[in-house]
């Protein structure tokens, strides 16, 4: 599918919706390719991937979204939020944020491969638990780190325990929040491990 916005799924101002066992992917938008929403939304046990776009290949956020027992993967734009562009709230519970990539144009002034926090909108504020995200790239190729990036307002993130990340700029995380991970924590290739969609499967350890 291709659209301006929300090439997937458009949640237009006001708009209500609930998703479970649902897959978004190979659209194409200039924001929010696989999801845009703008009233509240609600995902769970979904997959958002293999989207394209110029902002917020996977999702892109301005109202009240949550992703639960959600996988983000493989999406790519030429800004910034390769897997999410969040403008306000938006809480992550038990997902897997991997494999993304922002600045696809190699421009060198986006970022958020896998999580953009912009603060120019309102009651922002990013809530995340139990969630892994790590291998989100930054460029057309190569393996340049970007998980998560705020840009340069105060954007507040609340951490409820046992978040595996990789690179970011944010100060928020708690004791038993795994940061800079060396280890992405799972397989990088999206496949079906079991269960009603695609995941990454975790890595054990030896």
């Known amino acids: ?13 006001l708009s209500s919706m609930d998703f479970q066992n649902s897959v978004f992917t190979a659209n194409t938008a200039i924001d929010g390719a ?4 703008g009233g509240t939304m609600n995902l769970y046990t979904s997959d958002i991937y293999a989207n394209t776009a110029t902002s917020g290949a996977g ?25 999410i562009y ?16 922002a600045d696809t144009n190699n421009n060198g002034s986006e970022d958020g491969g896998g999580i953009y926090l912009d603060s120019s909108g309102n009651n922002y504020h ?3 638990n139990n969630t892994i995200v790590t291998d989100n790239y930054k460029g057309a190729v190569g393996t340049v780190a970007n ?6 307002g105060i954007f507040p993130v609340s951490s409820n325990n046992h978040n595996l990340i990789g690179d970011n700029n944010i100060p928020n995380f708690v004791g038993s929040d795994l940061l800079g991970a060396n280890s ?12 009603g969609t695609l995941t990454h499967a975790l890595l054990l350890a030896p």
């Open 59 to 83: 999702a892109f956020n301005t109202s009240d979204l949550l992703l639960q027992n959600v996988t983000v993967s493989g999406n790519a734009v030429q800004g910034s939020g390769g897997g």
């Open 147 to 152: 998980d998560i990036y705020k840009n340069s």
């Open 126 to 128: 990013l809530y995340i």
């Open 1 to 13: 599918n291709k659209a301006a916005n929300g090439g997937g799924v458009y949640g237009a101002s």
């Open 86 to 101: 969040n403008t306000a709230l938006l809480t992550l519970v038990n997902d897997t944020i991997n494999q993304n990539r």
């Open 184 to 195: 992405s924590g799972v397989v990088p290739v999206i496949q079906d491990n079991g269960g």
């Open 34 to 37: 696989g999801v845009w929403n």
